[in-house]
């Protein structure tokens, strides 16, 4: 698989610091996916995880600095702090290293639509700091996310390729979290009727999606604990959900984990 010039990139809800984080497989997206615009939607950094206990990887600093450098080489590099990163809320306005900080963004696509980007966490209706934990229970979440690793561990052993997210499949069974993505949708288009903008691109939920709603489109990034997702937007305008994880088409399999590097395992809960 080559590497894509595409227009924009879309990520959200990375949840740097937290053992939950799959830094690697942002990694191989990002050396897949070339960008003019890389658009950071909120909760890239774990400020909250991180006062509790700090899980910072030689993968995760790597990821930092490819950001960092296609900032200098002239990516337009947009970021909007999140729940888990509102200690950068106060540098709004500023920039550094080359990355804006806004708390909000229009971007226009090349076929000319306008999107608000934002990342949604004035929209939760449940609680402010709503946790995934909360909806699907915290003893439920927590136990999902360990059986999980040892699911990758038997899948990688049996030599399936890609990866599926035990606490993903609860998030579409469950009532009450279906019940939840579907009350944030509405709340946050509700939202982008009244800016006037043709959709809206956000995340917080880790939930991606892309659907057409009374004529705007909603479109949310998901995250890279559970989903590993991303939302690219073609040179033509067109835009995608790109699910990296699961993707048959990466060619290149994952290095087997080492001794020296820790298991993907989300031993972590990691809140929306
Ligand atoms: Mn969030």
């Not at 030689?58 to 490819?66: E, G, I, P």
């Not at 809320?89 to 900080?101: K, W």
């Not at 995250?223 to 060619?251: F, K, Y």
Request: charged share 25%; with cysteine; hydrophobic share 40%.
């Amino acid at each position: 698989m080559q590497e894509k010039q595409v227009r924009s990139i879309f990520l959200s809800d990375i949840h740097l610091g937290t053992r939950g984080c799959q830094a690697e497989r942002l990694l191989d997206f990002l050396r897949y996916h070339d960008s003019e615009n890389l658009f950071l939607i909120g909760d890239i950094v774990d400020f909250w995880a991180m006062s509790r206990s700090i899980h910072w990887t030689s993968t995760q600093n790597t990821v930092v600095q490819k950001v960092l450098r296609r900032a200098r080489k002239g990516t337009q590099v947009v970021f909007i702090p999140g729940n888990h990163d509102e200690a950068l809320r106060e540098y709004i306005g500023t920039t550094f290293g080359d990355i804006r900080l806004e708390s909000d963004w229009i971007h226009e696509t090349a076929d000319g639509r306008r999107f608000l980007l934002l990342h949604g966490d004035e929209y939760d209706q449940v609680t402010r700091h709503h946790r995934w934990v909360a909806v699907l229970g915290d003893v439920a979440y927590n136990a999902l996310v360990r059986i999980n690793g040892g699911l990758s561990r038997i899948r990688r052993r049996l030599g399936i390729s890609g990866y599926w997210s035990l606490a993903g499949y609860a998030k579409r069974k469950v009532k009450t979290a279906v019940s939840f993505i579907f009350d944030f949708e509405d709340s946050v288009m509700h939202g982008a009727r009244e800016r006037g903008v043709d959709g809206v691109i956000c995340g917080h939920i880790h939930w991606a999606s892309m659907r057409e709603v009374d004529g705007l489109t909603y479109v949310n990034c998901g995250d890279w604990v559970d989903s590993c997702t991303a939302i690219v937007e073609h040179l033509d305008g067109r835009l995608e959900l790109i699910h990296w994880g699961a993707q048959p088409t990466a060619q290149k399999a994952l290095p087997a984990p080492t001794a020296q590097t820790p298991e993907r395992e989300q031993e972590a809960a990691v809140s929306a």
